[in-house]
């Protein structure tokens, strides 16, 4: 009997042992949980992080999108007009929606379920084979060229150089992301998620187009809406080029001069340079 009551103290002791064990890892869980909840508040609740998620909010919500800029100018042509997009992974999102006698689209289809581009290259592919005639026609030039692929400096820049080439002499070559509201919307990477501007990027394509902007040969502008619509232009008196100041291309610097050094308008100052 002594060694019954024996073994049966000894299973309570384990027991009581046991439920402290399991009491301390869900103190511990619980106390684990404040603390990320903690932490995550004081990220939200950051002004930095506050800013950021307004400035998204503007821009997406922006009264005239690209899709209406790109629109309206091929409209006030009297001759059939040619357009090309440069990088359209969703044509939903623009190109079913512009309205040209021709439009061509090129993307390599990276980020696309089904690539439906018509020209399913990048588009150094695509410029290259359209100078050696093996697509299209060397000779053929567009009313607009529409530049939103990969959103990173050098790769904008091959593309706006190669679209100079192909470009109306009244023609215009459009760029989306150029005006970029945090230096967050302007990183480098775009799975880099964890970040204030969140899934927002518009990269680095605004020192491609501000380096067109120390241009002497080019006119240009920024409209100021859905993340800034650059435009250049050889001939219509858009916008002169500048002095070459912001060297290294630092973005504190660019952020207090944007508006001159983008030449930022709004969207009815642009077609009052444009219309007669």
Not at 24 to 35: G, P
Not at 39 to 51: A, C, E, R, S, T
Not at 131 to 156: R, W, Y
């Amino acid at each position: 009997m002594s060694k019954w009551i024996a073994k049966c103290k000894v299973k309570k002791i384990l027991n009581k042992i046991l439920y402290l064990i399991k009491l301390r890892i869900k103190n511990n869980t619980i106390l684990k949980s404040i603390s990320f909840y903690k932490l995550g508040k004081k990220f939200y609740d950051d002004p930095i992080f506050l800013i950021a998620r307004d400035k998204s909010t503007i821009e997406t919500n922006s009264k005239y999108k690209r899709t209406d800029v790109i629109n309206r100018i091929l409209s006030s042509r009297t001759k059939p007009t040619y357009y090309l997009e440069i990088g359209v992974r969703n044509p939903e999102d623009n190109f079913s929606l512009i309205k040209s006698s021709y439009k061509f689209s090129v993307d390599p289809g990276l980020e696309a379920e089904i690539n439906k581009a018509d020209f399913k290259f990048t588009s150094d592919e695509f410029f290259e084979k359209l100078l050696e005639g093996k697509i299209l026609s060397p000779k053929m030039m567009f009313d607009v060229i529409f530049i939103d692929g990969l959103h990173l400096a050098n790769q904008v820049e091959r593309d706006i150089d190669n679209s100079l080439k192909f470009i109306k002499e009244d023609g215009f070559i459009i760029l989306h992301d150029v005006n970029p509201p945090t230096e967050w919307h302007a990183r480098e990477n775009y799975m880099f998620f964890n970040s204030p501007a969140r899934g927002a990027w518009n990269g680095t394509v605004w020192k491609s187009f501000l380096n067109k902007r120390f241009d002497n040969k080019l006119k240009s502008c920024c409209i100021d809406a859905d993340w800034g619509i650059g435009i250049i232009s050889k001939n219509h008196n858009i916008g002169n080029p500048i002095e070459r100041l912001n060297y290294f291309f630092e973005y504190n610097d660019f952020d207090k001069n944007r508006k001159k050094y983008l030449n930022l308008i709004s969207f009815d100052e642009f077609f009052s340079l444009i219309e007669p």
